[in-house]
Every structure is written in structure tokens, then in C-alpha cells.
């Protein structure tokens, strides 16, 4: 076995009233992400591209949106808990690199604290965990404010080569 890659989609409706919560950060913001969870559409893309990289399934089949135990969850947290299912597979997250989508607030002030936050759930330096965010330019759901996506590439590697 030798290294996989991944891929993850997420998109969710924003609504009036924060916080918003991205990539394990909470920001001041007029307008929250709507969701089962914290909504965290960022570190949900990120979580689908480990999974498809370890071959894992998705998102929705990890953790049922029936499952009381993930209401408003802290999506770090189950992020922590994909590292560990990696791991159970013998595998380990070795880089990931996203791009969020969404029209404002601007990220840059937070970009450095969602890096910190995505790798110390994985056990990677920073360095390893890219955060990219990009606008709609006024166009389709995330340029006129509707929603927020993400895009999210993974790589994993089995746990005797690290
Ligand atoms: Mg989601």
C-alpha cells in the first residue's frame, strides 16, 4: 500500500445570527452556518477528503446525522475521531489542503488559528494543513451571501512508513 488521496465537497446555507465556526474557529459574525453540527463546512470538506483517501465512505455514513451524540458538535472533535478510524485502518493523515468559499467575513486573521486548530487534531505541523479561501465575486450561492462551500484535498500514508 502506498499513499491515497482524497477528495471532499461540503456547502451549507448561512443564516442571520453567529457564531460562525470555521476550521475549528469561532468568529464575530452577523451570519451563522445552518446545520446538524457546528456547520463547519470547511472542516466537514476535510473530513470527506480523508475518508475517500482511506477509503472510509463519507461523512454521513461515519456519523449519521441520527445520531444524537454529534447534535452541535464540535467538528474538530470529529475530526479527532476520523484520525483515530485512520489510524484503527493503519493509516495516518499526512497533508490536506482546502479552500473555503464564502462571501465575507474575510479569513486572513483567522487562517493561522484554523491551520493550528485542523493539524493538532491530526497530528501534523501546520505546515501540512492549508486553508486557501476565495469569494463568489457576487456570483452563484456564495457570491450573493446564501451559503458558504469548501473544497478539500487529503493525503494519507500507512502508519509503517511514517
Ligand atoms: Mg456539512
Redesign the pocket.
Known sequence: MSTQTGIGY???RLTPGGPLVLGGVRMESEWGLE?H?D???LT?AIIDALLGAAGLGD?GQQFPDTDETWRDADSVELLEAVAARLHDAGLAARHVDATLMLEAPKLGAHRDAMRERLAGALGLDPRHVNVKATTGEGVGFVGRGEGAAALAVATVEPLVAL
Do not use: K, L, R, Y
Open positions: 461540503d456547502s451549507h446545520g453540527s456547520a463547519d463546512v466537514h461523512i
